[in-house]
Nanobody, 114 residues
Framework: QVQLVESGGGLVQPGGSLRLSCVFS????????MGWYRQAPGKQRDLVAR???????TYSDPVKGRFTISRDNAKNTIYLQMNSLKPEDTAVYYC????????WGQGTQVTVSS
């Protein structure tokens, strides 16, 4: 059974940076497309960034140029480097793995506030 464990969230001031991590276990990581999603209170869960099994990346418009997704297949881990954070980036950030099925982590809270 695939398990995903996110970490790295927290409270940061506007303009600051955070790096989220998501550790994958339970299957062959390199086969999976991976992604970061976020959900703010009262809003739907939206894609933030995605990286395919071969390393191709896509980003949502609000985070382009500020966030970077990456993967380390040796560590079964994906990362989300978030720079120039804004209050509107405040949300619970979820890691997702997809191959034949979709799997979700439990989420990590990111709060951007002065």
């Amino acid at each position: 059974q695939v398990q995903l464990v996110e970490s790295g969230g927290g409270l940061v001031q506007p303009g600051g940076s955070l790096r989220l991590s998501c550790v994958f276990s339970g299957s062959i990581f390199s086969r999976y497309n991976m992604g970061w999603y976020r959900q703010a209170p009262g809003k739907q869960r939206d894609l933030v960034a995605r990286i395919t099994s071969i390393g191709s990346t896509t980003y949502s418009d609000p985070v382009k140029g500020r966030f970077t997704i990456s993967r380390d297949n040796a560590k079964n881990t994906i990362y989300l480097q978030m720079n120039s954070l804004k209050p509107e980036d405040t949300a619970v950030y979820y890691c997702k793995a997809d191959f034949r099925y979709n799997y979700w982590g439990q989420g990590t809270q990111v709060t951007v506030s002065s």
